[in-house]
């Protein structure tokens, strides 16, 4: 793709809120390891510093060059529970200091990899990793953390959705951005460039370039376009769309490799809002013909969608991996606030959704008395949903306040509406504990 297809594509999209969302470098940690917890913090601090110090300025440079903002600039690193395994230390909180540190100091927005992954039980690390969550992002700004608690080939692990409850109530309690930088995951992939949920998975290369793209602005303008035609022309508008868009990310994603020195990863063509009118994934379910989303049919629009937005992006670039397709993040969209605060949009309704975008329950806010195993049930629901159709489904969940109250995050994170919960208590099903099996059609050996 030379600079005059970028050129005429930029002219295309002008005005409409397109942006590349993250470029990020998924770093390896496993060389780092040592018995010394100190020594660790030391070797990772190093390692990152080193690889990504020119990061930031590489994607600024990149920019300006080609006139398209690039938001974020990130790192991602090794599951922390990991690394820690080896030393003998209670808690992994230096380690969390040293990647806050690292992350300053190159100038990144945020930095993924405080995670474990116990889909199938836990190792020794994990479970000293996942207890120190709530003090290591209440005492970090950067530090982005992920649990995996689930997958389609070995089930949910039900002992670490009822932790991950605790958790969350106890990050919420002693921070107010810490659940925020919170995701629990099922099914979760090793090259996701999306924050919070970014890890760099052991399969990945020592350093990799991967990016993120967006643009639910410039696939609504292209909608527009086709008011009152067949669903056959909404399904090839998308596609056609995506395909310019992911183009553009693979681009910067070369340009960024080859500048850096690293390897190029993926490019994911997630349709990622922003709280910015015109930014919306709300905005283009309702403009296929909802009054608002919530409204029936809402999920069957969600899905022509997420399919034409990857069928448009695998035709555009070979690379395509992360999360890929449509988010759907309360807060993030302000199209999904308007239409909780309508009473259009309520949690059961965003759940069904769940089985189709690409994600899950993202940046939602519940009052904040909710118990907490209410939502390692609502953890666990997600889980099932993403288990069962083999797909990534996520929970980032933000217990605060009253319902019907805002919470202001600022930024990116926007303002999220207090949603009502299910009074009735999971109780009794979260306290059982253990392995949910993993589903009939996991076998394929």
């Known amino acids: 793709m030379d600079i005059r297809q970028v050129t005429e594509t930029i002219e295309m999209i002008e005005e409409q809120n397109f942006d590349i969302r993250t470029i990020t470098m998924g770093i390896s940690l496993l060389d780092c390891i040592d018995t010394d917890i100190d020594r660790v913090a030391e070797k990772v601090y190093t390692k990152i510093v080193d690889k990504a110090a020119h990061l930031v300025a590489v994607g600024d440079e990149i920019a300006a060059e080609l006139g398209i903002p690039i938001v974020n600039k990130r790192v991602s690193v090794t599951p922390i529970s990991l690394i820690g395994a080896a030393t003998d230390a209670t808690d992994y909180v230096a380690i969390a200091k040293a990647l806050d540190k ?5 100038g990144v927005d945020f930095i993924g990899g405080y995670s474990a992954l116990v889909q199938k039980g836990y190792q020794k690390g994990d479970e000293i990793l996942i207890n120190s969550i709530p003090r290591a992002l209440a005492e970090t700004q950067k530090v982005c953390s992920s649990v995996n608690i689930g997958s389609t080939k070995t089930g949910i692990n039900m002992t670490a959705v009822r932790d991950m409850g605790r958790i969350i109530k106890e990050t919420a309690e002693q921070s107010e951005m810490g659940p925020a930088k919170l995701v629990v995951f099922a099914n979760a992939v090793e090259d996701n460039p999306f924050m919070a949920g970014a890890f760099h998975g052991v399969g990945e290369a020592d350093v990799v370039i991967n990016v993120g793209v967006s643009g639910p602005g410039v696939v609504k303008r292209a909608l527009e ?3 009152g035609e067949s669903f056959d022309v909404v399904a090839e508008t998308v596609k056609k769309t995506a395909f310019k868009i992911t183009r553009i990310g693979q681009l910067v994603g070369q340009l960024a490799s080859e500048r850096l020195g690293v390897k190029f990863g993926i490019v994911d063509l997630s349709l990622a809002p922003t709280p910015a009118v015109g930014d919306s994934v709300a905005r283009v379910l309702e403009e296929m013909g909802l009054e ?6 809402t999920t069957a629009a969600l899905a022509l969608l997420n ?4 069928k448009g992006g695998v035709m555009a670039c070979n690379q395509v991996g992360g999360l890929s397709g449509a988010f759907i993040p309360v807060s993030e969209d302000e199209g999904m606030i308007a239409a909780v605060q309508s009473g259009s949009l309520n949690l059961e309704k965003l759940e069904a959704m769940t089985a189709i975008c690409s994600v899950g329950l993202d940046m939602i806010a519940i009052p904040g008395d ?11 629901d997600e889980a099932a949903i993403g288990v069962i159709n083999q797909k990534t489904t996520a929970v980032r969940i933000i217990p605060k306040g009253k319902e019907g109250d805002m919470i202001e995050f600022g930024g990116l994170l926007g303002t999220a509406p207090v949603m009502r919960v299910n009074q009735n208590s999971s109780a009794d099903f979260i306290a059982r504990g253990g392995q949910i099996p993993a589903p009939i059609h996991s076998f394929k050996n």
Do not use: L, W
Not at 102 to 106: L, M, V
Not at 292 to 297: A, I
Not at 370 to 380: K, L, N, R
């Open 292 to 297: 608002m989303v919530g409204t029936h049919g």
């Open 225 to 227: 376009k086709v008011r």
């Open 307 to 310: 399919d034409a937005v990857k």
């Open 102 to 106: 690292a992350a300053h100091e190159i």
């Open 370 to 380: 909710t118990p907490y195993q209410t939502i390692a049930a609502m953890i666990a």
